[in-house]
Antibody, heavy 117, light 106 residues
Framework: EVQLVESGGGLVQPGGSLRLSCAAS????????MTWVRQAPGKGLEWVSV???????YYAESLKGRFTISRDNSKNTLDLQMNSLRVEDTAVYYC???????????WGQGTLVTVSS | DVQMTQSPSTLSASVGDRVTITCRAS??????LAWYQQKPGKAPKVLIY???SLDSGVPSRFSGSGSGTEFTLTISSLQPDDFATYYC????????FGQGTKVEIK
């Protein structure tokens, strides 16, 4: 059974950094396209970043230079390093497994990141 | 960037009603569209992919149609478990979600 479990969220001050991790089971992260999506409180879904099985990465234009997606093949995890955090980065962050030509077939339960002084 | 516009933003309906949600893309996306259902405090769950393909285990009362720039999600007979927020998502060019449609009890 495919399972995704995020961790690493919490409270951080503006300008700070946080690293999120998504532990996968039931499949191999490095063989799949994986993505991060976020949802600000009471708001809709926003794509954050993707990593392809060949290691190619893409980011939402508004986040370039501050966030870095990566994977740890030995741990079968997907990670998101977030630097220079802003109040507007406050959101629940979900990791997801991309299926077929691009839809999100499996999601984690999410981890809440709160950026506040 | 491809913008996705859903309508309505909120929909009040009763159990047994036929419900239709519309999603419009700002440019041609072929049939690269998915629909998700999200309940409060939970992660979204895929219902439909490639505009009209029902994901495994999703009840047949859900259906999707459309291509190009206009798409619909239809629930043929609304059930108590269906009160939730629904999002469309294009995956023709990166990924963009609609703003969501909340289906609430009338």
């Amino acid at each position: 059974e495919v399972q995704l479990v995020e961790s690493g969220g919490g409270l951080v001050q503006p300008g700070g950094s946080l690293r999120l991790s998504c532990a996968a089971s039931g499949f191999t992260v490095r063989s799949n396209y994986m993505t991060w999506v976020r949802q600000a409180p009471g708001k809709g879904l926003e794509w954050v970043s993707v990593i392809y099985n060949d290691g190619t990465t893409y980011y939402a234009e508004s986040l370039k230079g501050r966030f870095t997606i990566s994977r740890d093949n030995s741990k079968n995890t997907l990670d998101l390093q977030m630097n220079s955090l802003r109040v507007e980065d406050t959101a629940v962050y979900y990791c997801a497994k991309i299926e077929g030509s691009g839809w999100y077939g499996a999601w984690g339960q999410g981890t809440l990141v709160t950026v506040s002084s | 960037d491809v913008q996705m516009t859903q309508s309505p933003s909120t929909l009040s309906a009763s159990v047994g009603d036929r419900v239709t949600i519309t999603c419009r893309a700002s440019q041609y996306i072929n049939r690269w569209l998915a629909w998700y259902q999200q309940k409060p405090g939970k992660a979204p769950k895929v219902l439909i992919y490639k505009a009209s393909s029902l994901d495994s285990g999703v009840p047949s009362r859900f259906s999707g149609s459309g291509s190009g720039t206009e798409f619909t999600l239809t629930i043929s007979s609304l059930q108590p478990d269906d009160f939730a927020t629904y999002y469309c998502q294009q995956y023709n060019s990166y990924w963009t979600f609609g703003q969501g449609t909340k289906v609430e009890i009338k």
